[in-house]
């Protein structure tokens, strides 16, 4: 139950308790108090639009920036990432496998304003031993949803 | 030369199917949603596509054998196996065919004689008649009702039995109804026809499409398995519609004479898509399941909005329709679709396009967005409450 009302939100979260409800074969207050569980459990830890400014006359851009830094002892990669992420033009920030540490994402609202971000203050944190900084051209898709894609209906007439 | 008295009078007397009347007007209608198609609104799996677009790239323009390719062939016999437990040969009990649709009319073709008669339970997809009298058969409509479920009962079954008998086509899951056969039902039907040397066509293109219970194939049951040709396909069950793609699997006697058919009037089915078929086969379980628990959530929301307008909806557990009365209002089928159409732009199927049985039904296919069903299942709430003022 709680799985299916994940995968349900996480494609549409402006899904109404209603229509789950019917859809899940069970009652709005199931619906509901799972729902409800789920946020206070820190699963559910959001809800957000997906938004494709590239369509609109707004100035921003993003940037992947690839960061290597030093552990710290007794608190591994923890404690600089939070230094990281309580930036608010940074807007994720991942543990990496393979040829980096820290995966940052930083929104801003021209190429120069992030790297400048980058520069005067991601590296010159103490455990930040280097940093690559790549913008981002084009979205293609973003959270499961392709970005160019129309929605049409193009099946034909048939008799069937 | 009046080109319309050279016809084939066999021909000119089977009626258009009556589902296309409908959609030629929504498609000029500004603003219309419709619940009408009945092919699913998935786009074929990606890494199908993929597989038929390598295929092209490798050059894989040839006729493949009249059979199809041994490789898919060998993977329907697979799947056969691991999802009913029956053996067939990829040899010479496997036929692909250019849809499921090509199977039903080799297969019956392959069994009628003249003046042979075909049991057809209603409502029911619309090609089952006409195959029948093109090849010179009779076809004997056996009705199903809403309180049985529309499911077939072995009495009916046995009142239109005659010695002139030939097959019994057992459509289900079924279109337009959603209604399908369990294990303990089919026994009943098979304890009657085990009785006979009728054959059977079970035509289980909707097979993976149940919510409820996983379909059981008529064939599966004691002494079944020769008597029985079974119709299945890649259309509804991958989202291929557009691939033409299906296969018939039965005895090897007849088999051999659907593939005669096929040889002269096909040659074989469209190699690209038997090569993304293999594909999806193979690695398509996972996108199977994704697209039915999407189904099965529109599903309810359909016959949830249904009910709500205060009509009577049988709960569908199969296909992907829903199949609501709409004897309530006090129209026919035809007038009811006809006039939502006019009043809310919505376009549904009148039953009757299913066989006389459907009167006072209409099928409402839920091959769209939960958006589209709302919207569309509020116009229609919006319509009958209109009726009762």
């Keep these: 139950m709680e799985e299916k009302v994940l995968h349900i939100l996480e494609n549409n979260c402006r899904i109404s308790f209603e229509q789950m409800a019917v859809m899940l074969d069970t009652d709005v207050e199931t619906v509901r108090h799972t729902v409800e569980k789920l946020e206070k459990e820190g699963i559910i830890v959001g809800y957000k639009s997906l938004i494709n400014w590239e369509r609109t006359t707004a100035e921003k851009v993003k940037a992947i920036i690839e960061l290597k830094v030093t552990p710290q002892r007794g608190k591994g990669f923890d404690a600089v990432a939070e230094k990281i992420y309580k930036y608010p033009q940074v807007t994720s920030v991942y543990l990496m496998s393979g040829g980096f540490d820290l995966g940052v994402i930083v929104e801003g609202k021209t190429m120069k304003e992030v790297a400048l971000f980058v520069a005067e203050v991601l590296a010159p944190i103490e455990e930040v031993i280097s940093t690559a900084t790549h913008f981002v051209l084009k979205t293609f898709k973003d959270h499961a949803i392709e970005f160019m894609r129309e929605e049409k209906d193009t099946r034909q007439v048939i008799s069937l | ?389």
């Design chain 2, 1 to 389: 030369m009046n080109v319309a008295e050279q016809l084939s009078k066999t021909v000119v007397e089977i009626p258009p199917s009556g589902i296309r009347k409908f959609f030629d007007i929504v498609n000029e209608m500004d603003g219309a949603v419709s619940l009408g198609v009945g092919e699913p609104d998935f786009v074929t799996p990606w890494h199908i596509r993929e597989e038929g677009i390598y295929s092209l790239k490798q050059g894989q323009t040839y006729y493949t054998s009249n059979w199809g390719l041994l490789e898919l062939r060998e993977e329907i016999c697979a799947y056969m196996q691991r999802r009913n437990g029956l053996t067939y040969h990829p040899e010479n009990e496997v036929l692909v065919t250019v849809g499921g649709s090509e199977g039903i009319d080799l297969a019956i073709r392959a069994l009628v004689n003249p003046g042979d008669e075909v049991l057809i339970p209603e409502p029911c997809f619309v090609c089952y008649a006409p195959c029948t009298k093109l090849a010179g058969g009779v076809p004997v409509p056996i009705v199903t009702k809403a309180e049985d479920k529309f499911k077939l009962t072995p009495e009916a079954l046995e009142k239109k039995i005659t010695s002139k008998t030939k097959l019994l086509i057992l459509p289900y899951p079924n279109n337009p109804t959603g209604a399908i056969m369990t294990k303990e039902e089919l026994e009943k039907i098979a304890a009657v026809l085990r009785k006979t040397n009728i054959m059977v066509l079970s035509d289980e293109i909707y097979g993976e499409l149940t919510y409820a219970q996983e379909h059981t194939s008529i064939a599966t049951l004691e002494g079944m398995q020769e008597r029985t040709v079974i119709i299945n396909g890649f259309s509804k069950t991958y989202a291929m519609t557009g691939w033409r793609l299906g296969y018939a699997v039965g005895h090897k006697d007849l088999l051999r004479q659907m593939t005669k058919i096929h040889q002269y009037a096909i040659m074989s089915s469209p190699t690209t898509s038997q090569y993304a078929a293999i594909a999806a086969l193979r690695n398509g379980d996972e996108d199977i399941e994704r697209m039915r628990e999407e189904y099965n959530y529109r599903r309810r929301v359909m016959v949830d909005g249904f009910r709500k307008m205060g009509l009577d909806c049988f709960e569908p557990e199969g296909a992907f329709y829903v199949f609501p009365s709409i004897q309530s209002t006090g129209m026919d089928s035809e007038t009811f679709c006809e006039s939502l159409l006019k009043a809310q732009k919505v376009a549904v199927i009148p039953g009757t396009a299913f066989g006389e049985s459907g009167e006072g039904f209409i099928r409402a296919s839920y091959c769209y967005s939960l958006k589209s069903i709302n919207e569309a299942l509020e116009r229609i709430a919006a319509y009958v409450e209109g009726l009762k003022a």
